[in-house]
């Protein structure tokens, strides 16, 4: 018998062997719930030892099943679910499912349907741990945060964990159109498969489900803003609602961009004037039409009057003629509009920066309830660098919401590494002084700077229909890093990258810090070698790739690099102070002061305000040509380091994922070394002054960069 | 000790069972090398004990690789290897590298490189298995092929199994353009990552490899025969050349789609006149650069003066010109170039089916040793029935070889369940009467028949991106059949989907018959919703899905389906007798004379060639109209038995799988009611007759499919 046993066991043990041989291809993203360490597993197992669910709810169940998948995974072994709670029970659920957490009376009354209590107790002097919320969505949440716990090797004996979302609509920005291409998207095509749906279902929209319930994302916005009409069609309508209905249970609504003009394009309509009667019935009765399919819809996202969108401007009206509008079909339902700020008038203005603000505070209290608006981080169009968007403080009467780009458009596509953390941590870190100092862009957005109605973060999604999501291993990072801020705007990029890698890669210290450093300067090397010192918008034309910063023959003024370089012999910058622009002036007034002064203004925004002699002496010593030229050097000397760093990595990466993360880092030397050359070959040409010593002159020259060009370039 | 073992293999046995818990996505195609029976594992063992491979080549490291992966998962335990050979060894190589193979004396002389041997021998009175060929790659696809036998659970006791490919060339054509969109591709993107290319090498193009080299497949035209010259500029041979060193050790040869103008368009030059000086030195320097990055370059695949592509007749010069200056360019370094004879004139024939014919035969016997004219299987366009194309025997001083379409361009994309063995089957096994009965196609495509010196056969690839690489589990089906056909052209369907379904589903007898049946029977059944009794493009516009049988508006009148279907008070179908186009006498006379007499001509070709009164009696006894809607009716239900199938097949396949496929058979069904109600609900207006009774009226009026449009449809 015993024999028969070991032999069942061994055939066991080797047929796992051979199925063990899956690839670390990436999919699995942060719930990656390999078996950790044996004195860990040792640790966790007695405090981790059955699973007690109460309820039975698709989400009650989802919280079951991943709390299994996560601890079979992680602790090596089959743990019990369903038994009667003994020692190492955890127990989930609501009070109201579950009599053995309403017994424990846990202080769960201001916590909103989706925060959840993490807490070490004993019931009959048994220890056990309760993850307690007070609907089943924010026991889910409270599961995901309790395997994140053993996945980063945190102890878990002793929990008395509270956690609550600051922001209410967490969501991504889907720039997925409807033949599945993606606007700058550069992980394959849309995850959605338009196509198949709503009949099929990819078991990998589950997956997509799962990771964005896991840091707390609870919407999608499933269409591009550049939106088609079609998708407002019965058969596009069908589609979402199969991708509702997946998603439901996670926690997750579904949204739509609107395209404004769709009353006439597929209503028959003769205008979309939001003041004809017949446009706001029809929009009436589009929003009746989907909350019958999708009871729970979240509402649309609207880009309009801007880069050739149509909208309310087209009849005269306003933007928030506009949004109300839309906002009166919604609100019966509970729905919400969430009106894009990103607008610059058809006109060639004076300057771009200026344009949202302008267009938008004359409204600020205008809008409806139920809209919010959506403002980019920064003014021009998520560059590596831009200082806070002036709209930030300046709207207390309307709800603002933020959207930053996850995807990297304007960062390297999907090779480069530039973890956003640091990105996203500096723009709501930023101080608008709109209410006194500490009046952080997080304030702003978490409503309580203003007591904002509705609060929101939007980030533009970086996730495709290729094997690892987002195209590369790193950019899952950013996906992962929005999701944690937009939770808790005030969240540090540093603990959530060291979280992310340790649940990605590995727990081994040897490797979590050097990794976690290198994310962290990761961003501003982007900006060294591609927009150093607070230059702008100096990418190639349309596809956005590589540097084009002598590109001066597009259509408007304000698409052109040379617009917002304006370097000239005496110097480079865009003069935004009084003297210049006095885009400034948009900002509260010691913001002002301080970005208005050259003395004052950071360095890193330089030349996004001033506009500056070559010769002027920097925080270095140098000269500012000669201080342009080290940037772009570091920059490009910033990535070799990090070749360097992820080589020494080797021994704690997978050869699959370090083989990637490794050729990746090599183009990105490569292209980043291109920026450079490119941009010194470029700017020496008005500059007229020699590089500095040791510097080397470009490879090429200027010529010979300005005859590249990449016609097949992604996502454009 | 013992415990300690004991407790080791539990904790292994676990982790096995977490790590197996591997999704059925369909990425191990027909590799699928999961555990097998054990009574099976029992008999298998002894004689698959070890490897011993000699050699140490790339190809004969990935022959003993595969052979460890393949048997390993299959017996369940770790196979030996490299030992000296005992009971059980398989001995793999060539002569030249295996002193023990070489001393064997085995008959390898007529094999070629290619071929291969696998026999069961004594080697000191031990039993073992030699896979032997002349060069490595033979060694290669024996391996495979002895792996085959495993996974199809054939008897390896006894083998003496010799085989060798009838037909040199044996490729995929990929219509992937540049920018990664896949031209009739509905497997999402080109698994060519173009962008990422040739520094990053994703793991997948190895697997592409494998799996074609399991079939037999030696080379792949990368791009799509409408062709880009950008493909032939430095960086795109550069990724060329990238993937064609992973394919090297595969035996599979890369080729390119080459865009005559591209002297033009890259080359800075005025014309592409083929017999300009500068022009044919343009492309002797071109193939020099290629092959200085390929050394193994295949050759250039050409789509010249059809459909709006450049070609020599844009220079009053024949496609002879054309093909034979492109091959001087490539004849001295081995290459062939693949002429398409898919052309049809600018101005409107009197018959389309009869163009290629007439633009080629006079050419017979005036193109250069190493081009292969590459015709489609059918005369029109890879219709889900046509005519085997009359150029098979026509052309007998000129090598042509056969287009396949293994993408359903016009089957129903990649959601309707249609087996194309059968299709390929039917079209080899036409008999041309060219040189008396037994004329067959096959004969004409392995060279027999004429003496040909170039062999080929090519199939329009249906691989991309997708996780499953061909968009439905069955789909991958038609790949494997075109590579197992173009290795050997007289092989039949249905033996091959019989290996297929083991191979990739379960070797269960309760499965495999009823599923071989199911696909044996598939295409059939969807000719009858779509096309039946011979007729034709009847397809909606540009994105050729669903039915578009009353389009007539399109520039060319050979684009419409009206063409094609003729409909008129009298009757139905396109007059190719001497009557009519006289299309028929293309045929060797026997072939004309059936096609072109009503009584003769088979029913399922009947419209293909006459025009026949709606009254006309049929071989059922229904007169033609009757018998048109009995075939659109026995399509639907076609469809609605391979539901029940499949459902009752459940058992026999994991629950992923079967799911999709259950799901892509609603929609298949679905639509084939579509076509059926649309379909009968037009031509019901020209024909005048009613139903026949029992026949359900349309669904819907006419108008109501008019109306139908679907601007995302894939692949367009």
Same mark, same amino acid.
């Given at each position: 018998m015993f024999r028969t046993l070991f032999h069942g066991l061994l055939a066991l043990a080797l047929l796992g062997l051979a199925g063990a041989a899956?690839?670390?291809?990436?999919?699995?993203?942060?719930?990656?719930?390999r078996p950790i360490e044996a004195e860990w597993q040792a640790r966790y197992r007695p405090v981790a030892a059955s699973i007690v669910v109460a309820g039975d709810s698709p989400t009650m169940r989802i919280a079951s099943a991943e709390l299994k998948r996560g601890l079979d995974g992680l602790l090596g072994g089959a743990v019990a679910e369903d038994? @009667?709670?003994?020692?190492?029970a955890i127990l989930v659920g609501t009070p109201e499912e579950s009599p053995m957490i309403d017994a424990?009376?846990?202080?769960?009354? =201001?916590?909103?349907?989706e925060g959840y209590l993490i807490r070490s107790i004993r019931i009959g002097g048994k220890p056990m741990t309760v993850i307690a919320a007070n609907d089943d969505v924010g026991a889910l949440y409270g599961a995901f945060h309790f395997l994140r716990l053993i996945q980063t090797r945190?102890?878990?004996? $002793?929990l008395d964990i509270r956690s609550t979302p600051k922001v209410q609509l967490r969501l991504l920005n889907h720039w997925d159109n409807?033949?599945?291409?993606?606007?700058?998207?550069?992980?394959?095509? =849309?995850?959605?498969?338009w196509w198949k749906l709503p009949d099929f279902k990819d078991p990998r929209y589950t997956d997509y489900a799962r990771a964005n319930a896991s840091i707390g994302i609870?919407? &999608?916005?499933?269409? +591009?803003?550049? $939106?088609?009409?079609?998708?407002?069609t019965a058969p596009w309508i069908g589609k979402a609602a199969a991708l509702a209905d997946i998603f439901r249970p996670y926690g997750i609504r579904v949204y739509l961009s609107a395209r404004f003009s769709a009353p006439i394009e597929i209503?028959?309509?003769?205008?979309?004037? @939001?003041?004809d009667p017949q446009v706001r019935a029809w929009w009436k009765a589009k929003a009746d039409e989907i909350y019958r399919a999708i009871p729970d819809f979240g509402g649309f996202l609207v880009k309009a009057n801007s880069e050739g969108q149509p909208g309310p401007q087209d009849y005269k009206r306003t933007h928030a003629d506009g949004a109300n509008m839309l906002a009166e079909a919604v609100a019966p339902h509970g729905g919400v509009v969430m009106w894009r700020a990103f607008v610059y008038s058809h006109e060639t203005p004076d300057?771009? $920066?200026?344009q949202a603000y302008n267009e938008f505070k004359p409204f600020?209290?205008?809008?409806?309830?139920n809209v919010i608006v959506q403002v980019k981080n920064?003014?021009?169009?998520?560059?590596p660098r831009e200082p806070f968007h002036p709209l930030f403080g300046a709207m207390p009467k309307t709800p603002l919401m933020m959207e930053f780009q996850i995807t990297k458009e304007y960062l390297g596509f999907a090779t480069h590494l530039a973890y956003l953390g640091t990105l996203f941590e500096e723009t709501l870190a $930023?101080? &608008?002084?709109?209410?006194? /100092?500490? =009046? &952080?862009v997080a304030k702003v957005i978490d409503g309580s700077? #203003?007591?904002?109605r509705l609060t929101g973060m939007a980030g533009v999604a970086n996730i495709g229909s290729d094997r690892n999501w987002?195209? =590369? #291993?790193?950019?899952q990072a950013n996906w992962y890093a929005f999701g944690r801020m937009a939770w808790?705007?005030?969240?540090?990029?540093r603990p959530i990258a060291e979280e992310w890698a340790r649940m990605t890669f590995s727990n081994q210290q040897g490797f979590v810090s050097p990794a976690v450093d290198m994310m962290m300067g990761s961003r501003e090397i982007v900006v060294d070698y591609m &927009? @150093?010192?607070?230059?702008? !918008?100096l990418m190639a034309s349309? #596809?956005?790739?590589?540097?084009?910063?002598?590109?001066?023959?597009?259509?408007?003024?304000?698409? +052109?690099p040379v617009y917002y370089h304006r370097a000239d012999a005496a110097g480079i910058g865009f003069d935004r102070t009084k003297a210049g622009?006095?885009?400034?002036?948009?900002?509260a007034p010691p913001v002002a002061r301080m970005f208005g002064d050259i003395d004052t203004v950071p360095e890193r925004d330089l030349l996004w305000f001033h506009h500056v002699g070559w010769d002027r002496r920097m925080a270095s010593g140098r000269t500012l040509w000669d201080e342009l030229v080290a940037r772009y050097g570091r920059g490009v000397r910033g990535v070799e380091s990090m070749q360097r760093d992820w080589t020494r990595l080797a021994p704690f990466v997978d050869a699959e994922r370090h083989r990637e993360v490794a050729t990746f880092l090599a183009i990105q030397r490569h292209e980043a070394k291109w920026w450079r050359d490119a941009s010194i070959a470029y700017f020496q040409t008005i500059s007229k002054r020699p590089l500095p010593a040791g510097e080397a002159p470009? /490879? !090429?020259?200027l010529s010979w960069y300005r005859a590249l060009n990449f016609p097949f370039a992604p996502g454009h």
């Open positions: 899956r690839a670390e291809d990436g999919y699995d993203l942060w719930l990656r719930y038994q @009667p709670a003994g020692a190492g424990l009376g846990l202080p769960l009354e =201001s916590m909103g349907r945190q102890p878990i004996e $002793a409807l033949d599945r291409s993606v606007e700058r998207g550069y992980a394959g095509q =849309s995850i959605w498969d609870n919407g &999608t916005v499933l269409n +591009n803003v550049n $939106a088609k009409a079609d998708s407002l209503g028959g309509l003769k205008t979309a004037d @939001p003041l300057d771009r $920066a200026k600020d209290g205008r809008f409806a309830d920064g003014a021009i169009d998520f560059q $930023a101080d &608008t002084r709109a209410k006194g /100092e500490g =009046s &952080t700077l #203003h007591g904002y987002s195209g =590369s #291993h790193f950019d808790n705007p005030d969240m540090k990029a &927009t @150093p010192l607070g230059l702008h !918008h349309g #596809h956005h790739y590589g540097p084009g910063p002598w590109v001066d023959d597009l259509e408007r003024a304000d698409w +052109n622009s006095d885009a400034v002036s948009q900002y470009p /490879e !090429h020259p």
